[in-house]
């Protein structure tokens, strides 16, 4: 029974049954701050199971998609941990409990395939119940199950939770014997290989927190309703319909190992035991090579792309295991994603559309993810292996702290891998020391981001500033003056003229620098005083710190004042704010959902948008962009704020900004019907106030993020009334109407790059024109054939080379030869020297010939080596010191 189709008679079975069937989250849980990835099919119940949300159904089935990394390091070597799963779940939210989900698990499991069931046969299942659940054990012998095969368990076994405070309860597990092949007998107890665990009926029940451990942990009260959360392994369960091993032999991970086998030249299957832990080290590298590219396709069709943070991480580790897995295999032929990812996008296209759908932009960011990784892989494994070899030639069994983490930091070499590596040749690694380097170094630059956000200042200053004062009230949104008062100011008591200093106001309408906007400039005013506003930052949440110099009089703590911003630059700023967001949509909109933002910059009249994409942008789409954001400006749309909850902006559509955490209040910005964003920057009223957006230039700033600059309002028609008149100027000095204008410059370059190539031709023969006689004038030094010659001003370092090994093939072979040319350039002197093979033979060596002239520098080889960057006038005793050497 293929995958594809258990999926299906899952959903059928509990949809028969009165449950709604509700699609699959996305792998990232953006909703759940202490989660990277969805780990269990209950994660987006969570809500419902704690009360906080009504259901809108009292029944519901899925089939989630999982990621669990914990236990990584275990794939492949047992029949049941895989990186990426499929839950099928079943729920009831205050409907049946425990009975109700034993009797919907035990038909499922035993019904005939003819009648929608899985035929599984009764006598073969076992079921394990928490310590003391007697209730459970009296249903499943009602069911039908015998006491002989229904065993009692602790915590670690029978007790469910995500492993974070939330929800949990005691659970109840099917267990399905596989035969003597597998293992001992003797029950789940005994061998959990031969007894695969296929289902876990969780009667969720408490919930907990001060979560230590699967173990350890306070049980805080019961929930408001008794539930059920289920979940079935679809792997685990089509390995035992399909009659495979494990995980990584059924229909949807088979196909991958079977390529990886043959790329590799392996068979799998070597060891003669059905056992996952007996496996031959092979065998096991291709099944991380089947799970780790399956999950790597699921995980970037979710939207997650490789970085060097959270779930980008994640996703890195898992695609660069896969990778070295096919190297430790043998695979020597270049990148091997391309041959692989494409027998995963087959396997899983059946369940999951849009893994075809959305293949090139999968494919590129794996893809583009290799070739990174192998060029850091010669890098650092040459330097890892020079460590290792030296810490044991040391008698040592650990690797540094700090060999790890220069790895890491100069060479981007993973820890995790270093990791592996060092196991393999018998090493730990002194990884307490490399947290400890990566600790320090986070630190270092948390404190030099903070200090260039706060002039250096103590952060103890600003947390003693909020906790006297409180918030700062930020009246900007509505107003761009007010009266306030100071509260006080940071580092003085007062402040004079000519001074620089912090203040902090009881309300203030400057915008403090925050999500990609710059803050506001402008001038307070106290009486006879004034200070000019040079920066604004908001050091500590909720509190707003001026940056001030101060132009007139004395500033003290409790003056009454005037802030006052600078509306037009203010004006400016909102400009391109708003025109970020436009084309954040726009990007959407033409490249797809994924392109989400990676950060921003709104600066008067101009904006940089980093967005997350594969490949470069074609000019034609940059076109198609700009048109449509200006289209948008045309429909002067009404520009809108408001504050709502999280759960709301959802519901409506409004882009939140990935991996960012927001409080359950949000503040929405829409533009008429055609963007909604959650942002806390400042915007202008319609859109038809931007005036022009015009697009500059669009380059890559990192993998899988590119970046554009646009300019936005007068800015944008002043760089447009430059380029007029440039292109005005250049059709005058090409005589051709303007739109001619690129076509004629084209033909001029290309006419040049026609002319300096001949040229290049021509200084090369004329160089080479000597060779001959050079060659015929060779004197005798000791018996070898010396040409020690300088090339004419401004010849070329290819064109010397060229020459020497022009001269030195003109002379007979049998003859030992040495030619020595100099040249001189921008004020300095290089030597280029050649010996043939009868020099070689006298001993002779052009590398050390060149290092004995240049007192150690240069570099080459025996038959070609070249040096130089001494002052030109030493260019004779070059050829003096390779005479004398011979």
Known sequence: MRTAEIKRRYLAHFEANGHTVVPSAPLPAVDDPNLLFINAGMVQFVPFFLGQRTPPYSRATSVQKCIRTPDIDEVGKTSRHGTFFQMNGNFSFGDYFKEGAIKLAWELS?????????????????????????????IWRRTGLPAERIVRRGKKDNFWSMGIPGPAGPCSELYYDRGGAYGKEGGPEVDEDRYLEY?????????????????????????PNKNIDTGMGLERIASMLQGVDNLYEIDEVKPILAKAA?????????????IAAESHPDDVRLRVIADHVRTALMVISDGVIPSNEGRGYVLRRILRRAIRSMRLLGWQEGPSLPLLLPIARDCMAPSYPEVAAEYDRISQYAYGEEERFLATLSAGTTILDLAVTDTKAKGGKVLAGDKAFQLHDTYGFPIDLTLEIAAEQGLRVDEDGFRRLMAEQKANAKADAQARKTGHADLSVYRAALEQ????????????????RVRSLLGAPVAGEGEEISIVLDATPFYAESGGQLADLGVITFGGGKVEVLDVQSPLPGLVVHRAKVLAGEVRAGDTAFAEIDVDRRRAVSRAHTATHLIHQTMRNFLGESATQAGSLNAPGRLRFDFNTPSAVPASVLHDVEQQVNEVLLRDLLVHAFITSQEEARKLGAMALFGEKYGDEVRVVEVGD?????????HVERSSQLGLVKILSEASVGSGVRRVEALVGLDAFGHLAREHVLVSRLAELFRVPGDQVADRVEQTVAQLRDAERELEKLRTQLVLSGAAGLADS??????????????????SANEVRTLVQEIRGR???????VVAVTSRAGGKASLVVAVNAAGKSRGLSAGALVKGALSGRGGGNADLAQGGGVPAAEAPNLLLAVEKAL
């Open 110 to 138: 035993t019904n005939p395939v003819d009648k929608g069931g899985f035929g599984l046969d009764p006598e073969r299942i076992w079921a394990t119940v928490y310590l003391d659940d007697d209730e459970a054990i009296d």
């Open 199 to 223: 289902w876990n009926l969780v009667f969720m029940q408490h919930e907990i927190t001060n979560v230590k451990s699967k173990e350890i942990f306070d049980i805080v009260g019961d929930l």
């Open 262 to 274: 043959e790329l590799t030249g392996k068979r799998y299957g070597q060891a003669v035991s059905h």
């Open 469 to 484: 004062g409180g918030p700062v009230e930020f009246t900007g949104y509505r107003e761009v003056s007010r009266e306030t």
């Open 674 to 682: 055609y963007a909604r964003e959650l942002c806390g920057g400042t």
């Open 778 to 795: 060779a004197r005798d030094v000791r018996g070898v054939a010396l040409v020690a010659t300088e090339a004419p001003e401004g010849t």
């Open 811 to 817: 002379i007979p072979a049998e003859r030992p030869a």
